[in-house]
T-cell receptor, first 112, second 114 residues
Framework: GQQVMQIPQYQHVQEGEDFTTYCNSS?????IQWYKQRPGGHPVFLIQ?????EVKKQKRLTFQFGEAKKNSSLHITATQTTDVGTYFC????????????FGAGTRLFVKA | KAGVTQTPRYLIKTRGQQVTLSCSPI?????VSWYQQTPGQGLQFLFE???????NKGNFPGRFSGRQFSNSRSEMNVSTLELGDSALYLC?????????????FGPGTRLTVL
């Protein structure tokens, strides 16, 4: 069945450093979404990627969808303390009922 | 537009009891999904309802059930509670099925089983 692996599980960075989290699927995806969950909060939608090789930017955040539509990444440039939280990818497959499967998440810690 | 609401926000139950959680989606949204979140397991998909029909189901035992009403409100029931059911239960709504649309999450119900 569809599996989604997200790495790393944790990342500690100094404020101002860059951060990247990766999401990999065993099967081809129809789309991938990214969510951010602040400590004590609930997941909040960031972006959806649909096209092969798609790249989208939101200020300091860059999202990429792989050419084969099996992997994706979220890159944050010059992290800030407001970036702390857990970043989840949510992948929708092309088979098996089109379930959306969440990755395990990457928890980002930013030290000022 | 009001967001997704979940009731109750906190719940304490004992083993063997049953519990019903409620989720009211954003007005106009027809899809409601339920997730279990625990520190060690992340976000685990329970089920998705779209226009009162269960569209997808995760790998949870039959003790976990749900339903959706004609006004799109959804309830989730867990029978014969176990200690391992302690978790944050999140529901999310979307206009279209979740595989194609943004999910808006509610604040969650924190269930503690003693």
């Amino acid at each position: 069945g569809q599996q989604v692996m997200q790495i790393p599980q944790y990342q500690h960075v100094q404020e101002g450093e860059d951060f990247t989290t990766y999401c990999n699927s065993s099967t081809t995806l129809s789309n991938i979404q990214w969510y951010k969950q602040r400590p004590g909060g609930h997941p909040v939608f960031l972006i959806q990627l649909v096209k092969s090789g798609e790249v989208k930017k939101q200020k300091r955040l860059t999202f990429q969808f792989g050419e084969a539509k099996k992997n994706s990444s979220l890159h944050i440039t010059a992290t800030q303390t407001t970036d702390v939280g857990t970043y989840f990818c949510a992948a929708a497959g092309t088979t098996g009922g089109f379930k959306t499967i969440f990755g395990a998440g990457t928890r980002l810690f930013v030290k000022a | 537009k009001a967001g997704v609401t979940q009731t109750p926000r906190y719940l304490i139950k004992t083993r063997g009891q049953q519990v019903t959680l409620s989720c009211s989606p954003i007005s106009g949204h027809r899809s409601v999904s339920w997730y279990q979140q625990t520190p060690g397991q992340g976000l685990q998909f329970l089920f998705e309802y779209f226009s009162e029909t269960q569209r997808n189901k995760g790998n949870f035992p039959g003790r976990f059930s749900g339903r959706q009403f004609s006004n799109s409100r959804s309830e989730m029931n867990v029978s014969t509670l176990e200690l391992g059911d302690s978790a944050l239960y999140l529901c999310a709504s979307s206009f279209l099925p979740t595989s194609t649309d943004t999910q808006y999450f509610g604040p969650g119900t924190r269930l503690t089983v003693l």
